[in-house]
């Protein structure tokens, strides 16, 4: 979630009760035969043109929701607030709310000024579950990020494993925000960051989860070094020959007064540099539209993405228009037959 420096932004609308959280194209010749109406579907190009969130009930009020499959076909979805709230779905439809992760708030998050954990990211291997977290204060790049393991995947069944990275308030990037890529070759990787100088992405050790001790670069990914330094909440997956760096723009966290928007651009290497579909660098501003606002779906973003059996889908959070800006969930499927991920 957005953590605009240096002045920490107005707090929203509570997303997880009980606990608040104050905030987080051209086409070539070759398209011209294609119908107006098609190209409109498959190609954005106005707030009109996306689509809505696929139905979901039941508790679905959540703020940078990551969510994954267990082989029994049961969804784990955790998001923002208090010890990483839980919510959890048999049909990808209907979610009911459970405990937090953590029971018990790890003592570390105090050094950080932190009672609640933020932007989880839930994965699964080598037959444990992984979640990383950012703990931090609104304004503040004094942060760090976070890792928990579980057997399960299930609230009060994490234990958690300390620092992963952090930053500083001299730091020129900020430790939040935090997404696992595991690469072809078995490497592992972490992309994390937002505002001040972007998205960054670290190696790790995959037997400990943490920095590998003989590769300590810090990448960069995305930026945007005029105007708003805006951009944040990366993920990263693979599709075909590219990789996808997936990130939120903008402001979050206002209700319907926000402006978040989900952009992307890809790479033929997992560390860089990503272009989006004009050619534009993720480090000068650029960023091919995913998601944006329309009709009652206000700033979308918070994004994850989940490979499930009827494709790859996108998972975000937005606020309601039709119902004072309440953050909700949102899920959509997403096509790549353009060679670029679009929401249906």
Known sequence: MSRTPPVPRTPPVPRTPPVPRTPRRSRGAALLSIPAAVLLALVPSTASA???????????????????????????????????????????????????????????????????????????????????????????NKSAIGLAGSSTGLPGS????????????????????????????GKWWLSFGSWWTGIKMIRLDPSTGKQLASDTARRSLAARPTGTKAVEAPYVVRHGSYYYLFASYDTCCAGTGSTYKVKVGRAASVTG?????????????????VLESHGSVIGPGGQSILHDTDGDLIVYHYYDGNDNGTPKLGINLLDWSSGWPVAH
């Open 273 to 289: 540099p990503y272009y989006d579909r004009s050619g534009v660098a993720l480090t000068n501003n650029g960023g091919t539209p």
């Open 158 to 185: 994490w234990t958690d494993y300390g620092t992963v990275y952090t930053s500083s308030t001299s730091s020129d990037y900020n430790a939040i925000d935090p997404n696992l890529f595991v690469d072809g070759d």
């Open 50 to 140: 996306y689509p809505d969130p696929g139905r979901v009930t039941g508790a679905t009020v959540v703020h940078d929701p990551t969510m994954i499959r267990t082989p029994a076909g049961r969804y784990l979805l955790y998001a923002t607030g208090g010890g990483l709230s839980y919510r959890t779905s048999t049909d990808r439809v209907a979610f009911g709310a459970g405990a937090d992760a953590f029971s018990t708030r790890p003592a570390w998050w105090s050094a950080y000024g932190a009672t609640e954990a933020w932007a989880p990211d839930i994965s699964y291997q080598g037959g444990k579950y992984l979640m990383y977290y950012a703990v931090s204060t609104f304004g503040s």
